[in-house]
């Protein structure tokens, strides 16, 4: 039930209107029916205290002349008159001398009366002559009774019978019944209640068409239209919005959303153009990188060879200064070959399709030390190779990818005596890394390392174009991941590389 409440703002406002009204009318009823009630038990007290006052009135007289037949006749008129009273005149000592029930004469009250409180107050009335200020209740079985009680003092009409020597002479006991009240008080209760659910279940009734039409409509529409943002957005349909005339809190809402929704469809569309022209651009310049690559093999390899058969068909007539110059004509081409071998490799990167397959990575590393296991073992590095799981990814491009790292660290622990190389899987941050204990870098530089061309070192230091971790970068990015370095200058470094879309099979 909460749980079907929950699903829907409407629900929730019905749920808590309906709980508030349901409280409110309980609270209502609760309080009318405790008013009513003691309304009602006032006017009965009052009732009673008038009828036993004109009893006592109606038998005063023959009472005090000693007249008992004329007060039995009373009785039974009152009993006859109103069968809902019982009447009892008793002595100090509670035996009962007359009664509207001629069998319950010469009984004691404590047979008639059960409640130990009434017959307590009657007995200190009958004591002090004092009668009781207040009406006592008393419930029989089912039945429910109202009693007063009135005191009948001695007076000098009653000299003659009772002497002047008591004060008190007995009391007259009325035993209402009040059943009749307490169902009038149910009924009204009854009919409270019925009234109250009523009336909750038209609030509610109404309260759910007016949230229907004010709340819940205008915001499932709203909804509806965020969930159909972006297919209208992406059908590339000018977007339109409805006019809103609504000038309350979800009218203010929804004319919101469709300023954002105007907004975003603008800026998509502008996003959208830039990256056509984007796209564009980076198809020229790579067809243009490719196009000078291929362009420049050509004169290269001419200045390359004219430059080697001066070396070796005329060395004998050229000076050392010469033969140096040619030398480092020939140097610089080859430089310029690699650069341009890496450039293709750079371009081809970025056209080239993915190809995902299931591979081995433990089979992609091994590869990669294969082809530098002479160096390995001529310089006795030390190359360590975690467990590594199996993963979905281009295999030409993922061991381009280690190959260069590999290459790096190989190439940054040659002066170093004892060389390790470690290469694992790091489950913490979900990446793989090389890690090497070379000269490492200081990490103010670690963007730099991954553009194109930049280097840390002369190239008479460290052979290379610069361009290795930027193809490593390229390639990450291919596969949606990214690549980062950790780093001290002196001690080593390790490059990890994290491949969302490279996940256990």
């Not at 809902?84 to 004469?105: A, L, M, R, Y």
């Not at 008393?138 to 009653?158: A, D, F």
């Not at 509806?224 to 203010?252: M, N, W």
């Not at 160096?375 to 006795?380: F, L, Q, S």
Request: net charge neutral; glycine share 6%.
């Amino acid at each position: 039930m909460i749980n079907y409440i929950k699903k829907r703002l409407s629900r929730k406002i019905l749920g808590t209107l309906s709980i508030s009204v349901a409280m409110v009318m309980t609270g209502v009823i609760y309080l009318t029916v405790t008013h009513e009630t003691g309304e009602m038990f006032k006017e009965m007290t009052a009732n009673s205290e008038e009828t036993i006052s004109a009893i006592y009135a109606g038998i005063k007289y023959p009472m005090s002349v000693g007249d008992s037949s004329a007060v039995e006749r009373q009785l039974l008129e009152i009993r006859e008159k109103m069968g809902n009273i019982d009447v009892f005149i008793c002595d100090t000592g509670q035996k009962i001398v007359f009664s509207s029930h001629e069998g319950t004469i010469k009984s004691n009250m404590d047979r008639y009366i059960y409640n130990k409180d009434i017959l307590r107050s009657l007995s200190a009335a009958l004591q002090d002559g004092k009668s009781p200020q207040k009406a006592f209740e008393e419930q029989i079985s089912v039945k429910k009774y109202l009693i007063n009680i009135h005191t009948i003092l001695n007076q000098e009409e009653c000299f003659r019978c009772h002497g002047s020597d008591k004060k008190v002479l007995g009391a007259i006991i009325l035993k209402k019944s009040v059943d009749r009240n307490y169902a009038a008080i149910t009924s009204l209760r009854n009919s409270n209640i019925m009234i109250s659910i009523l009336g909750i279940c038209a609030i509610i009734l109404i309260s759910h068409m007016l949230m229907g039409r004010l709340v819940s409509r205008p915001i499932e529409s709203l909804a509806d239209d965020i969930r159909k943002l972006p297919e209208k957005i992406s059908s590339r349909v000018a977007l339109t919005v409805p006019d809103i005339k609504r000038t309350d809190e979800i009218g203010d809402l929804q004319n919101s959303f469709n300023s954002m929704a105007i907004e975003l469809d603008e800026k998509t569309r502008a996003i959208e153009k830039s990256r056509v022209k984007l796209t564009n651009a980076n198809k020229e310049l790579e067809a243009f990188a490719y196009s000078v690559s291929h362009d420049l093999r050509a004169p290269l390899r001419n200045i390359d060879g004219f430059s080697k058969i001066l070396l070796d068909e005329f060395s004998g007539k050229l000076d050392d200064k010469a033969r140096h110059y040619l030398k480092r004509v020939r140097e610089g081409t080859n430089r310029m070959s690699l650069l341009i071998d890496d450039m293709l490799t750079f371009s081809r990167i970025g056209r080239a399709e993915l190809q995902l397959k299931r591979t081995n990575f433990t089979d992609i590393i091994r590869n990669i030390l294969e082809y530098y296991a002479n160096e390995i073992e001529a310089r006795k590095i030390s190359v360590t190779v975690g467990e590594l799981p199996e993963i979905k990814c281009d295999p030409i491009l993922i061991q381009s990818l280690f190959s260069n790292l590999v290459s790096n660290a190989l190439k940054y622990t040659r002066d170093i005596e004892k060389a390790r190389i470690i290469i694992g899987y790091d489950e913490q941050k979900k990446a793989f890394f090389v890690k090497d204990n070379g000269i490492g870098f200081e990490m103010q530089y670690h963007d730099k390392i991954f553009q194109v061309f930049q280097r840390l070192h002369l190239p008479e230091e460290y052979e290379g174009t610069g361009i290795g971790l930027a193809i490593v970068q390229r390639i990450a990015e291919r596969h949606k991941g990214r690549v980062w370095a950790e780093s001290q200058l002196d001690n080593g470094a390790t490059f990890f590389i994290e491949l969302p879309i490279l996940k256990e099979v």
